[in-house]
């Protein structure tokens, strides 16, 4: 990215968080909300926040940027060259594990890593390689990371649980592997593709983990994309595709169409979930403009409608960022 382009970003969003660190701030207000992107303009993963209380009156709002991370200032991950293998973020999502929250993220460049936020240093991360184009990642109980990487074709379970740097796995074939998804519920590792969401069993030991297929559902619509779960409706997932988008229930073997205001903003989602406070849907998808035709400079809001742009970025996915995980570190 050109480097005269990171300032105007930085403006657009009112502050400019150092890689890893956070803002210190005041007491929040009762109702704020805040989401975590994937920016390919700054190279940069970063978390957002505005009020909620401005929602039904303002449909447009610039967000306030929290706390930020780039493997390109991540000493840690000199080794995995991230000037190449950071290229292109296209996920971030936050988990916790014993007590701590961690940002998992990968990058078409290669790079997958599991970011422990309040040190900003890798809990695991690997360069899978500049054409595989990585997609998804998920954390497991036991501390394995699952990737998808869709011009690869596959799942991977990593047994990460084994070291920063532990590269043994386990492999399903799937083509066009774009999501994956742990469900605590059934202990079923989720996986969406072009053609299906295949729930897979994790077998084995950690440090040899398996996967063996045991449920499989052809989905209603063509290129699969994201899959993430429905929190305000535990059990559930949000899988969206090129045509639409659905609720998935294991339980009944089913997809329930997702109706939004506008029937645009059903299509060629990037990403989608849902507050389980509000339950306000918030998704991301392309404006299929120049510079990244595959990226956005809005976040959309649904039910209800509206808006959160970032002048001068280029969002590839968008997901709430949970306050009941552990806090990110101050200043």
């Known amino acids: 990215m050109p480097s005269r382009a990171l300032p105007a970003l930085c403006a657009a969003l009112l502050l400019c968080a150092p890689a890893g660190r956070a803002y210190a701030s005041s007491a929040s207000p009762p109702?704020?909300?805040?989401?975590?992107?994937?920016?390919?303009?700054?190279?940069?993963?970063?978390?957002?926040?505005?009020?909620?209380?401005?929602?039904?009156?303002q449909q447009t709002q610039e967000p306030v940027l929290v706390w930020s991370w780039t493997a390109d200032r991540a000493s840690d991950l000199a080794d995995l060259h991230p000037e190449w293998s950071w290229t292109g973020?296209?996920?971030?999502?936050?988990?916790?594990?014993?007590?701590?929250?961690?940002l998992l993220t990968t990058a078409s460049g290669g790079l997958a890593a599991v970011v422990d936020t309040a040190t900003g240093r890798s809990r695991w991360a690997a360069d899978l390689g500049r054409d595989v184009n990585p997609h998804s990642i998920e954390?497991?109980?036991?501390?394995?990371?699952?990737?998808?990487?869709?011009?690869?074709?596959?799942?991977?379970?990593?047994?990460a649980s084994?070291?920063?740097?532990?590269?043994?796995?386990?492999?399903?074939?799937?083509?066009?592997?774009?999501?994956?998804?742990?469900?605590?519920?059934?202990?079923?590792?989720?996986?969406?593709?072009?053609?299906?969401?295949?729930?897979?069993?994790?077998?084995?030991?950690?440090?040899?983990?398996?996967?063996?297929?045991?449920?499989?559902?052809?989905?209603?619509?063509?290129?699969g994309h994201d899959l993430a779960p429905a929190l305000g409706a535990p059990g559930r997932f949000w899988v969206s595709s090129l045509t639409g988008l659905w609720q998935y229930d294991p339980a009944a073997d089913g997809f329930t169409a997702v109706r939004l205001a506008e029937p645009a903003d059903e299509r060629d989602v990037?990403?989608?979930?849902?507050?389980?406070?509000?339950?306000r849907l918030l998704t991301v998808r392309p404006d299929h403009r120049s510079p990244c035709d595959w990226c956005t400079s809005v976040?959309?809001?649904?039910?209800?409608?509206?808006?959160?742009?970032l002048r001068g970025a280029q969002l590839y996915k968008a997901r709430w960022w949970p306050a009941a995980a552990a806090p990110l570190p101050d200043e």
């Open 139 to 159: 954390l497991l109980p036991d501390g394995n990371v699952a990737v998808a990487a869709s011009a690869g074709g596959w799942v991977r379970l990593y047994a």
């Open 89 to 102: 973020p296209d996920e971030a999502k936050s988990r916790t594990l014993d007590g701590r929250r961690y």
């Open 31 to 57: 109702s704020v909300a805040q989401v975590v992107v994937a920016d390919q303009a700054s190279r940069r993963v970063l978390v957002l926040e505005w009020s909620e209380e401005l929602t039904r009156s």
């Open 162 to 223: 084994q070291g920063s740097r532990a590269t043994a796995h386990a492999t399903f074939r799937l083509a066009g592997a774009h999501g994956v998804s742990w469900d605590e519920r059934t202990g079923l590792l989720w996986v969406l593709g072009d053609d299906e969401l295949t729930g897979l069993r994790v077998g084995g030991a950690p440090d040899e983990p398996t996967l063996s297929a045991v449920r499989t559902a052809p989905l209603p619509g063509r290129g």
């Open 299 to 309: 976040i959309r809001l649904h039910r209800p409608e509206g808006a959160r742009t």
């Open 270 to 279: 990037k990403s989608i979930g849902d507050d389980p406070g509000t339950g």
